[in-house]
C-alpha cells in the first residue's frame, strides 16, 4: 500500500462560494441557517446541498446515494472553493464506495470536516491523495452566537495562508506533554482522525498507509476497555509500529474521576510498549467546543513540546 502524490486544494479567495453538505446526520433547521449567515458576514456566498435537510432511517442526511451525489456535485462545481460539512454522528463510511474519485482528483478543493468524516478525508487522502482539514462543522462551530475564536482563528488562517501554518498552539504558553520519546525525528504528514472512525476502515480498501505519519488521534463517549481494544486494533495491525509520531487530542466524556479504570496516558503507553515511538498528549483536538482546525496529510513534526507544519496547506 502507497500513497498517491499530495494534492493541496486552492486557497480560499474573498468573496468565493462555499457549499455546506451532510454526508452523515441531517443538518439542524435551527443551527444552519445560522452558520449560513456567520459565512455570508465574513463576505462569502453560501450554496445548500439539495440533501442537507433530509432525514432517512432516523439518522442520515437522505439515502447513501443522496449524500453522495451532494458531495459529488459541490466538487465538480467549478464556482464552488470549498465544501463545509454540517454534522458528524454517522453515516460518512457509507458513501465512499459511491464516490467518484477520479471527478476529486480532477477537482481539488477545500473540504473541512469533523469526527465521523475521519471516514471520508482519509478515503479522499488514500484515493486522490487531497489534503483536507479537519476540526470544524457548519452545525456545531460556525452557528455559536460567537464561534470559539481558536477554532476560528485556525480554521481561518488553514484556509487562507499560503505559507506553513508553523506551531500550533492556542496560546504561546500550551505545550504537548511528551510521555514517550522514540529515537529519531518524528516528523511526517500529519493525520488527525477520530479513533473509532480510523480503526473501522482497517481492511478497506479505504485505508490509507500510515507509515511514516504522524497519527493525532480523538473520541468522544468510548468507554475505557473500547478504547484499550482499537489502540490494541490499531497495534496488532500494525499502523501504531510504523508511525513517527502519536498525538492524543481530548477524549470527552471517556473516563470518569475517581474511578478504578486506567487513564489515556497508562492505555496509550500499554499499546505503544517496546514501539521507538513519540507519544504526546494534550492536544486541542476533540469533542469540546475550543479545538484546532489542523490540515490532513501535510507534513509536520513533534518538535520539542509542540506540534509543528512545516508544509502549506494549500496552493
Not at 474573498?14 to 441557517?33: F, K, M, W, Y
Not at 478543493?109 to 470544524?136: E, M, N, P
Amino acid at each position: 500500500m502507497s500513497r498517491p502524490p499530495i494534492v493541496k486544494p486552492r486557497a480560499l479567495n474573498e468573496g468565493a462560494l462555499i457549499a455546506i453538505v451532510a454526508p452523515a446526520r441531517p443538518a439542524a433547521t435551527e443551527l444552519l441557517p445560522v452558520a449560513r449567515s456567520y459565512l455570508e458576514q465574513r463576505g462569502y456566498s453560501v450554496v445548500l446541498g439539495e440533501h442537507l435537510f433530509d432525514h432517512h432511517q432516523h439518522y442520515l442526511a437522505g439515502t447513501d446515494t443522496d449524500r453522495a451525489q451532494d458531495l459529488m456535485v459541490a466538487f465538480a462545481d467549478p464556482q464552488i472553493e470549498a465544501i463545509i460539512c454540517a454534522r458528524g454522528g454517522y453515516g460518512s463510511g457509507r458513501l465512499l464506495s459511491l464516490l467518484d474519485y477520479d471527478l476529486v482528483t480532477e477537482n481539488p478543493k477545500i473540504l473541512v470536516g469533523f469526527s465521523d468524516t475521519t471516514a471520508l478525508q482519509l478515503a479522499l487522502y488514500h484515493k486522490c491523495g487531497l489534503a483536507s482539514f479537519s476540526g470544524a462543522l457548519a452545525d456545531i462551530d460556525l452557528s455559536r452566537p460567537q464561534p470559539d475564536l481558536l477554532v476560528e482563528e485556525s480554521l481561518w488562517l488553514a484556509l487562507t495562508n499560503h505559507n506553513a501554518l508553523g506551531d500550533l498552539k492556542p496560546h504561546p504558553e500550551h505545550s504537548l506533554r511528551i510521555v514517550q520519546e522514540g529515537s529519531y525525528a518524528a516528523a511526517g504528514p500529519l493525520i488527525p482522525a477520530n479513533l473509532a472512525v480510523l480503526c473501522s476502515l482497517i481492511g478497506t480498501p479505504y485505508m490509507p498507509d500510515l507509515k511514516g505519519a504522524i497519527l493525532l488521534l480523538e473520541d468522544v463517549g468510548e468507554q475505557p476497555y473500547r478504547l484499550d481494544r482499537m489502540l490494541n486494533q490499531l497495534r496488532l495491525a500494525d499502523i501504531l509500529g510504523g508511525l513517527h509520531g502519536l498525538v492524543l487530542g481530548e477524549f470527552r466524556d471517556c473516563f470518569e474521576e475517581g474511578d478504578t479504570n486506567p487513564d489515556l496516558e497508562e492505555l496509550v503507553l500499554n499499546a505503544t510498549v517496546g514501539l521507538d515511538l513519540t507519544v504526546a498528549l494534550e492536544f486541542p483536538y476533540g469533542h469540546h467546543a475550543r479545538r484546532m482546525v489542523v490540515p490532513l496529510g501535510i507534513a509536520a513534526a513533534i518538535e520539542g513540546d509542540g506540534l509543528r507544519i512545516t508544509d502549506s496547506a494549500i496552493t
